[in-house]
T-cell receptor, first 111, second 115 residues
Framework: QKEVEQDPGPLSVPEGAIVSLNCTYS??????FMWYRQYSRKGPELLMY????GNKEDGRFTAQVDKSSKYISLFIRDSQPSDSATYLC???????????FGKGTRLHILP | DTGVSQDPRHKITKRGQNVTFRCDPI?????LYWYRQTLGQGPEFLTY????????KSRLLSDRFSAERPKGSFSTLEIQRTEQGDSAMYLC?????????????FGPGTRLTVL
């Protein structure tokens, strides 16, 4: 079992829909949780960064962490065609600077 | 542009040749990371530096790979005797110990194709 599991998709939704992206993990020591967006042939761009459990909201994006279930989510409201990209969940332990990434979920927002 | 920059953006080489990539981090960042990403996978950690010291290396970093950060600013990643399995996107990221150290910012990557 990989440390971080993420459904690769692709996930296709109509413009304006709410998108839900998820990851599960096995390492209970993870405390830092991130979501990156990666456009084709580009580097990952940090979208959301959270510490421990709870919710964080930034504009149309909401990140949720449920440490009891080892489950994290990213919600995108009012999705736009420009949101079409690969979304990577990532996490790390305190004191360990390397980030462990999921495989990424390819998202297509249909106009 | 004050983000992380990488050079070259693309490199095509023949098997057995040596290649070197460069990364320039965000200027105030003292930590620099190298990752490798293959098609359909997330980035995988290779190594990282704090200032000029290389603090951790992954088992993925075979002895054909070497990374340096001689003055604590830019870094180079060299691959000797390239193999077709080395074809991947090589990503550089940087962060600062002055903020949450896991908040890493990535460059555009160098795409390597080994023929």
């Amino acid at each position: 079992q990989k440390e971080v599991e993420q459904d690769p998709g692709p996930l296709s939704v109509p413009e304006g829909a709410i998108v839900s992206l998820n990851c599960t993990y096995s390492n209970s020591a993870f405390q830092y949780f991130m979501w990156y967006r990666q456009y084709s042939r580009k580097g990952p761009e940090l979208l959301m960064y959270t510490y421990s459990s709870g919710n964080k909201e930034d504009g149309r994006f909401t990140a949720q962490v449920d440490k009891s279930s080892k489950y994290i989510s990213l919600f995108i409201r009012d999705s736009q065609p420009s949101d079409s990209a690969t979304y990577l969940c990532a996490m790390s332990e305190p004191g360990d600077d390397k980030i462990i990434f999921g495989k990424g979920t390819r998202l297509h927002i249909l106009p | 542009d004050t983000g992380v920059s990488q050079d070259p953006r693309h490199k095509i080489t023949k098997r057995g040749q040596n290649v070197t990539f460069r990364c320039d981090p965000i200027s105030e960042h003292n930590r620099l990371y190298w990752y490798r990403q293959t098609l359909g996978q997330g980035p995988e950690f290779l190594t990282y530096f704090q200032n000029e010291a290389q603090l951790e290396k992954s088992r993925l970093l075979s002895d054909r790979f070497s990374a340096e950060r001689p003055k604590g600013s830019f870094s180079t990643l060299e691959i000797q005797r390239t193999e077709q399995g080395d074809s991947a996107m090589y990503l550089c990221a940087s962060s600062s110990t002055g903020t949450a150290s896991n908040e890493q910012f990535f460059g555009p990557g160098t795409r390597l194709t080994v023929l």
